[in-house]
């Protein structure tokens, strides 16, 4: 099973601020997605990234993989409160096809 | 507008009690999962299934065990609830293996006392 490392684990700043969050791995990825959790609920989809230099936009969230398949990055431009959440990276094609994830990036924007 | 809701939503037992915690779907989705979430760990896969009567262990699957004899609802089950059993579990469905995309339901808080 892959290991996938998030960094930092906990992040708190004020709105308004930018802020990049990580994901690496010693392995290739097929591909690779990332998770908002917000409290008291369950993850949600925010993006799948596939193809190597790949980079996604999504609102103020830009989303890239690296041309080796093994980190991908988030970016939030401009934070906002609604952004509070934890930020989870996911393999979708783990151990026997199953999804693994790694620990997340706990993300407190204050207003 | 939820196609997977869990039930209870909150729980509190004592150790050395039994616990089932019900998943239910209106996806018609074939894959489920059971994962629960620790501080510090992320979420773990506990046990998932592929279709009705085919399940598989995750990577914290001991104390646990999963039934689903219909398509929309799989079971954990907690034979004999300990307190590191403590954790919020969730339950998670996909329409096929790889990359395909899951969707959660909203997690049931399990305290054992």
């Known amino acids: 099973t892959q290991l996938l490392e998030q960094s930092p684990q906990f992040l708190s700043i004020q709105e308004g601020e930018n802020l990049t969050v990580y994901c690496n791995s010693s392995?290739?990825?097929?591909?690779l997605q990332w998770y908002r959790q917000e409290p008291g609920e369950g993850p949600v989809l925010l993006v799948t990234?596939?193809?190597?230099?790949e980079v996604k936009k999504l609102k103020r969230l830009t989303f890239q993989f690296g041309d080796a398949r093994k980190d991908s990055s988030l970016h939030i431009t401009a934070a906002q409160p609604g952004d509070t959440g934890l930020y989870l990276c996911?393999?979708?094609?783990?151990?026997?096809?199953?999804?693994?994830f790694g620990r997340g990036t706990s993300l407190i924007v204050h207003p | 507008d939820a196609g997977i809701t869990q039930s209870p939503r909150h729980k509190v037992t004592e150790t050395g009690t039994p616990v089932t915690l019900r998943c239910h779907q209106t996806e018609n989705h074939r894959y489920m999962y059971w994962y629960r979430q620790d501080p510090g760990h992320g979420l773990r896969l506990i046990h998932y299934s592929y279709g009705v009567k085919d399940t598989d262990k995750g990577e914290v699957s001991d104390g646990y065990s999963v039934s689903r004899s219909k398509t929309e609802d799989f079971l954990l089950t907690l034979e004999s609830a300990t307190s590191s059993q403590t954790s919020v579990y969730f339950c998670?469905?996909?329409?096929?293996?790889?990359?395909?995309?899951?969707?959660f339901g909203a997690g049931s808080r399990l305290t054992v006392l």
């Open positions: 998670a469905i996909s329409e096929g293996a790889g990359a395909n995309v899951l969707t």
């Open positions: 996911a393999d979708p094609s783990g151990g026997s096809y199953i999804p693994t």
């Open positions: 392995s290739v990825f097929s591909s």
């Open positions: 990234v596939v193809t190597g230099g």
